[in-house]
């Protein structure tokens, strides 16, 4: 079963848990942890991205207390790094492709302007590539 945490509501966080726990015996929640996610980048183009990602993701505080009161125990957590290398150019079009669905979440006129602003920098800041670093986490219990 998957679960789309994309909504920051802790009921939602806990029922949709609860509904895990209810047909299964394992689960395994992959996310970014929002107190340490960066963007580099795209931080600068889209100031308010951050804080739109931390309110509708939840921590993992709040993601391994959920997951204690559906009834799971023994939680797990582990950080993955990844790192991928693309050029500027295909880094530019996931962007104008919208690949972050916070995108359309944005103040208006904030992602017309920091598409803008990439289309500038990112040639001049990384003629060799962009390099994208990241981590994921993956939270697992069992009940």
């Not at 962007?95 to 500038?120: K, N």
Request: no cysteine.
């Amino acid at each position: 079963m998957a679960v789309d945490y994309s909504r920051r509501a802790a009921d939602y966080d806990r029922a949709a848990l609860r509904e895990i726990a209810r047909v299964a015996h394992r689960v395994v929640v992959a996310t970014s942890d929002m107190a340490t996610r960066r963007l580099g980048i795209l931080e600068e183009a889209f100031p308010s991205l951050l804080a739109i990602d931390r309110d509708r993701f939840p921590s993992i505080p709040a993601i391994l207390d959920a997951l204690k009161a559906a009834g799971f125990r023994g939680a797990v957590v582990d950080k993955r790094a990844y790192a991928r290398r693309l050029t500027t150019e295909e880094q530019l079009d996931r962007v104008r492709h919208r690949y972050l669905s916070t995108f359309d979440l944005l103040p208006p006129g904030e992602y017309e302007r920091g598409l803008r602003f990439l289309e500038a920098e990112m040639p001049r800041r990384y003629r060799d590539g962009f390099e994208i670093t990241a981590q994921f986490t993956f939270v697992g219990a069992t009940k």
